[in-house]
């Protein structure tokens, strides 16, 4: 591969995704602050950067895995006036729709190609490989960037103009925090009414209650292996995370004037449910829901 490729925030996602750079053959320039993450790199074969500038210099893409909005911008102050003009900015960051856009107009200004391009898939589509990336941005920037991009996904999409990719994000995570509250209560009544679990797995996977929330990360242990149910909800997508996308969504919804009570009610609902269980997957939500769920007759 001839594409030279700087990756700064090498944390849970990041990290795996940097590594499949590195094993289909990209010269990867990798920083973080955290001197784990940067052993970590090392080991999978990247070459670590000193300091954040030198990670975007002379490097063909310069791809960005950060927290929140506020970051993307202050690193882009830093980075877009050292990095060769013309090299492509991918944002994969998960961050409000406003951010995203003054993102890209500092990287155009600047002389560069931005896309956003935010993840689904959580940490074990990042290690395989399998991500879903929503991608906004010049149709041009996409073509060129589509390549790095299948490498750490399994599907891309490009949604639209800037920002788009990020509006793509949270209307997806948006839906799942709402399917995942919804899962959740049904499996506590059904506990209530005599139902087991793997009962009421064989029934509503396929049936009209049917969803990836239920068939792909079912959140109570047994009936999907490979869910963080039956890893004492060690996360794949963590409470936290899943807190801050609903609070994006919901800014979103009101900031656009949308009658989103379901998505003003799940983000309140995921805010509280942080306070206690940032550091466990957001499919715990169920074990809330069944904490608070008062003992009645049957």
């Not at 492509?88 to 107009?105: M, Q, R, W, Y």
Request: hydrophobic fraction near 45%.
């Amino acid at each position: 591969m001839t594409k030279k490729i700087g990756f700064l925030g090498l944390g849970h996602m990041g990290a795996p995704m940097a590594a499949n750079l590195v094993r289909a053959g990209y010269d990867v320039l990798a920083y973080d602050p955290v001197p784990a993450a940067q052993d970590r790199a090392r080991t999978d074969g990247a070459t670590v950067a000193a300091t954040a500038a030198q990670a975007a210099l002379e490097r063909d893409v310069v791809i960005t895995m950060l927290p929140n909005g506020r970051l993307v911008l202050d690193l882009y102050a830093e980075l877009l006036p050292v990095a060769t003009p013309g090299t492509l900015f991918l944002d994969c960051s998960t961050i409000d729709v406003a951010d995203a856009k003054a993102a890209a107009a500092q990287a155009i200004a600047a002389g560069h190609r931005p896309l956003d391009a935010p993840v689904s898939g959580g940490v074990s589509g990042a290690t395989a490989g399998t991500l879903t990336f929503m991608v906004g941005g010049a149709a041009a920037d996409f073509a060129d960037a589509s390549e790095v991009l299948a490498v750490m996904g399994g599907k891309v999409v490009h949604c639209g103009d800037a920002g788009v990719g990020q509006a793509a994000k949270i209307c997806n995570n948006m839906l799942l925090g709402i399917s995942m509250i919804g899962l959740s209560e049904a499996i506590v009544l059904g506990e209530r009414l005599g139902l087991s679990h793997q009962s009421f797995f064989d029934v509503v996977s396929t049936a009209s209650g049917q969803s990836w929330a239920l068939t792909s990360y079912c959140p109570v242990p047994g009936p999907v292996p490979t869910s963080p149910a039956n890893n004492d909800y060690e996360p794949g997508f963590a409470t936290a995370l899943m807190s801050k996308d609903l609070t994006l969504a919901a800014n979103a919804l009101r900031a656009n004037g949308i009658d989103g009570q379901l998505g003003e009610l799940v983000a309140a609902i995921y805010e509280r449910f942080n306070q206690t269980a940032a550091g466990q997957d957001f499919s715990a939500i169920v074990t809330d829901i069944r904490d608070r769920s008062q003992e009645g007759s049957k």
